[in-house]
């Protein structure tokens, strides 16, 4: 069609306005012209088959044309016309799929559908499909630490890709099979009644830092359908998966899943579901800093009614697990402490606030306690073998960079560099101590913080530690930390033969429990660990590579000496570990000690029982 | 004449359902975001903080859906009016328009490198309609 509109369109703006006589007789002398039977028609005209005829020749009339012979004038073609239906039928679709998508949210049709889409994300690898059929409530500021932590992972080299953070592990979901039972309306209880999760993987696919601490990884298959021991009770409990409605759509609940597993496994009372949600403008404090002190005080006077309906509903559905986890709370804790004093100041950001707190009580046994400095801190005191009282305190610290982000024990005194802080969120105009939104904002400043001594520091990959400085016998290293758990690389030139020994000291200069590793020449000779006043001999000559492990950010000295000049303390320090009868040694080849320096104090070691450690050569 | 006009509706017809097929591909090979679709799939690369100057999330789905939505044009076109008329010619413009924009968009969102089959079919079916509508097609040629 188009093609005939085409010649028309030329055949009409060709040449000049002429009579119709004239038009065929020119016609018939062009066609005359040209090779008898071609036809012709000048510029733009197509060779045909037509026969020039001459109607004057012996008056005859032109021959009649048979019309049933003629070709029928073309219908429109069947293929045509399936293509545009076709074509219209597809274009439904696609409409039909682009409203459909911008109308949802993510999740699923059914309860079992959410399921199935949460298996087939992991079969891809995908954490965040994964968190996109998990209920959007549970997971509101999960994507941006997701997104945080894989682009950390791959500045770090822990991932290849911080857009393929899972490369190298191979999921895959098989033969799931679901049945689902509607606890409540908008609640469900999906149970897995047959699968297999098998789960491989591929060190050459994993970053160049990982191949070098993981020689393999193993793989393996998980019948999805075998019920779950807890560990925690006798019950064995059914695989199942929560899912709750949200705006018609279903989606996986982490928090509902676990929650309902524990009720379970400890036989408890059944969930009120979706009362948190109803009661939402009945619960939480008016301020951040009233939830905040609310918490704290339903904590401390054994409250749990009220400390559950702190949590926002719709984050963490503890209210509609009132009963039973009031109930659990009362038979397993029994907090006995005292609030004295309580500090709080927000700041708020729309419907989000950041609380500083500082508080401070009286355990039941009448030693003190603190918040403050990014730590929860216990001060009691212990009796020296001189007969001094001494104070010391033990706890854990929250840090905003290091290996972990928290320490524990001895290493928390005083030693926390990140804020206590709460986050509260609000909603319809009360206010809720958010878990989730306080540990993710922890997570999010620790992952902006790791780096690559971080992470070679946890992986313990001393080859990856930057070299920090020189050692020279006898001469103090002063060692500012970044965080708990950082690992620094020192040089030490050493001679086989030679017996060193180790001194590490505080800012005021006690003796301190860091580990201190020394690394052969070639890197991969035996090496060995020491602490304060240890001794070792070194197995050959060659520059080492002398790395301590530091416990937080305060600021240690170590030295390294040969032994026979080391001070008398270091030197008589380490006997007197081993002889202390209340040093206990655990399954790790540890060593916890009472009155080792200062405080308690627990230190790994390769030893466990002899002074002198001499090591075989390469 | 029949043989390239022939030609022009095979090749037309096949670049539209390259066009159409992306709606079921991966557009993204691996990593996040390599299982879902549409609005998810762009969803998700907007919340890895990619941004793109001037392409909201509601601009980039719209765009997504109107890839395919202009392979069934194509076809109800050609259906209609063959595969070098100017419907044709206009659809195959704004196929190949919209076609650069969403692929230069996701390979900028995810990386060109972890682009999957969905960008390339497009590609093609892009080219392929323009080829027909345009090249092959062309009375004269």
């Known amino acids: 069609v188009s093609d005939t509109n085409e010649l028309l369109e030329l055949l009409a703006t060709r040449g000049t306005p002429r009579g119709a006589d004239v038009v065929l007789a020119a016609a018939r002398a062009d066609a005359r012209t040209h090779d008898s039977g071609r036809g012709g028609g000048g510029a733009g005209a197509r060779a045909g088959d037509l026969e020039v005829l001459d109607p004057d020749v012996d008056d005859l009339p032109p021959p009649a044309v048979n019309l049933s012979d003629a070709a029928p004038r073309g219908r429109r073609r069947p293929w045509r016309t399936a293509l545009t239906a076709g074509g219209l039928a597809a274009m439904l679709g696609v409409f039909s799929l682009g409203i459909a998508s911008f109308l949802g949210e993510g999740g699923a049709d059914s309860p079992e559908g959410a399921v199935r889409r949460l298996a087939d994300a992991m079969q891809h690898e995908d954490p965040l499909a994964a968190v996109d059929v998990i209920a959007p409530d549970e997971v509101r500021t999960l994507h941006q630490t997701v997104d945080a932590a894989s682009a950390r992972a791959a500045e770090v080299d822990l991932v290849r890709s911080a857009s393929a953070p899972l490369a190298g592990l191979d999921v895959s979901v098989d033969d799931l099979q679901l049945t689902s039972e509607e606890l409540a309306p908008g609640f469900a209880k999906v149970t897995i009644v047959g699968g297999r999760l098998a789960l491989d993987g591929d060190v050459d696919a994993l970053s160049d830092t990982l191949r070098r601490t993981v020689s393999g990884i193993a793989g393996g298959e998980i019948d999805l359908a075998a019920a779950w021991d807890l560990q925690t009770s006798t019950r064995l409990v059914d695989p199942f998966v929560m899912v709750v409605e949200r705006d018609g759509h279903w989606y996986v609940s982490a928090a509902y899943t676990v929650l309902e597993f524990l009720r379970i496994g400890e036989g408890l009372p059944e969930a009120d579901f979706g009362s948190g949600r109803a009661a939402r403008a009945t619960l939480g404090a008016d301020t951040p800093e009233a939830a905040a002190q609310l918490a704290l005080d339903a904590a401390a006077t054994a409250d749990w009614e009220t400390l559950l309906s702190l949590a926002p509903p719709d984050e963490l559905p503890v209210y509609d697990y009132r009963a039973a986890l009031a109930q659990l709370m009362r038979e397993n804790l029994d907090p006995e402490f005292t609030v004295d004093a309580f500090a709080a100041q927000a700041t708020r950001d729309g419907g989000r606030a950041v609380v500083d707190v500082r508080a401070s009580g009286r355990t039941s046994s009448g030693d003190a306690w603190e918040l403050r400095d990014g730590c929860l801190l216990a001060t009691t005191s212990e009796q020296t073998e001189g007969g001094a009282v001494v104070p010391y305190s033990d706890g854990f610290c929250l840090g905003g960079g290091g290996a972990l982000p928290y320490s524990f024990g001895y290493a928390a005194d005083g030693r926390g560099d990140a804020a206590m802080r709460i986050t509260a969120v609000e909603r319809d105009g009360r206010w809720f101590v958010s878990p989730v939104g306080t540990v993710l904002d922890y997570v999010d400043t620790w992952v902006a913080n790791f780096d690559e001594r971080a992470f070679a520091s946890l992986l313990g990959d001393f080859d990856a530690l930057p070299v920090d400085g020189e050692l020279w016998k006898g001469t103090p290293q002063r060692v500012e930390s970044d965080g708990f758990g950082l690992m620094y690389a020192y040089t030490l030139q050493g001679t086989a033969g030679d017996e060193v020994v180790v001194e590490v000291r505080d800012a005021a200069g006690n003796p301190v429990s860091n580990v201190v590793y020394f690394v052969g020449p070639s890197g991969d000779d035996a090496g060995f660990s020491l602490m304060f006043g240890e001794r070792a001999t070194l197995p050959v000559t060659g520059t080492y590579r002398v790395v301590i492990g530091t416990d937080g950010t305060q600021p240690v000295d170590m030295t390294v000496h040969d032994a026979d000049l080391a001070p008398d303390d270091v030197v008589n320090a380490f006997p007197d570990v081993y002889d202390n009868e209340q040093c206990t040694y655990d399954a790790f080849g540890g060593v916890s000690c009472i009155g080792y320096g200062s405080s308690e104090a627990t230190t790994p070691t390769t030893s466990t029982d002899a002074q002198d450690i001499v090591l075989e050569g390469p | ?141």
């Open chain 2, 1 to 141: 004449v029949r043989r390239r006009t022939a030609l022009a509706t095979g090749v037309a017809v096949v670049g539209g359902a390259a066009l159409l097929v992306s709606v079921f591909l991966p557009w993204v090979r691996r990593g996040p975001g390599n299982s879902l679709r549409g609005h998810d799939l762009i969803d998700t690369l907007v919340a890895l903080g990619n941004e793109l100057p001037g392409a909201s999330t509601a601009r980039l789905t719209v765009l997504w859906y109107v890839v395919p939505a202009l392979g069934a044009a194509s076809w109800i076109s050609i259906g209609l009016t063959g595969p070098t008329s100017r419907p044709t010619r206009a659809v195959a413009l704004v196929a190949a328009g919209c076609v650069a924009l969403v692929v230069f968009a996701f390979g900028r969102l995810a990386g060109f490198g972890d682009l999957g089959a969905g960008p390339w079919a497009v590609t093609f079916g892009a080219v392929a309609l323009v080829a027909a509508a345009f090249a092959i097609g062309r009375p004269g040629l």
